[in-house]
Structures are given as C-alpha cells and as structure tokens.
C-alpha cells in the first residue's frame, strides 16, 4: 500500500479541505484555517503564533474524540487570549475562534 501524496504547503491559505468517509464539518475547516491565518500573522508574538499552531495541531489529531479536540483547542486559545502582549485584532481573532469552536460542541 502506497503511502498518500501530500500537498505542498504555500501558506496559511493552503489548508486542504476534508474529504472522504470521517471528513469533518466545513464549519471545523474554517476554524482551522483562521488558526492558520493567525499563526502565519507576524504582528502577533510568537508565543501567540505558536500557540495557533498548537490549537490547529490540537484539533487535527485522528484518533481523538471531537469533542477532546475542540476542548484542547479552546484551552490553548484561551490561555492566548490572556496574554497582555496580544494586539487587539489578535484578541478578537482568538475570542471568534473560540466562540465558533464552541458553537460546533
């Protein structure tokens, strides 16, 4: 069995959409691909940049129930949306991505 091709990766728009049997909701792609947006924002810290990509690293693990995923994520988030260093639109990005995560549980 060979092993799947995979995309190459261009920026925080190259997120591919889900697709086959298990697919998640287009309502979750959207999710990560914000989180993609703000982890690729360089007028965000980094710590804030790589705590997106930890929430999106959250949410994209197979084996884990939906439910754990969105959970993990939005304790990531909300420990970001805490952080003093964060811009404004940093911290209403995040407060979206959370309200929208929240509304898929």
């Not at 995979?6 to 287009?26: F, K, N, Q």
């Not at 691909?33 to 690293?57: C, F, I, M, T, Y």
């Amino acid at each position: 069995m060979n092993a799947p091709a995979t995309l190459p990766v261009t920026g925080p728009a190259a997120v591919p959409p889900p697709t086959g049997p298990g697919a998640e909701s287009p309502a979750l792609h959207r999710i990560v691909e914000s989180l993609a947006q703000l982890a690729g924002d360089s007028s965000v810290p980094r710590n804030v940049r790589r705590g997106a990509q930890s929430a999106k690293d959250e949410l994209a693990k197979p084996r884990v129930a939906l439910d754990v995923r969105i959970a993990s994520a939005v304790y990531v988030l909300d420990d970001l949306a805490n952080d003093p260093n964060l811009p404004t639109h940093g911290r209403t990005a995040i407060w979206s991505i959370i309200s929208s995560l929240e509304s898929l549980q």
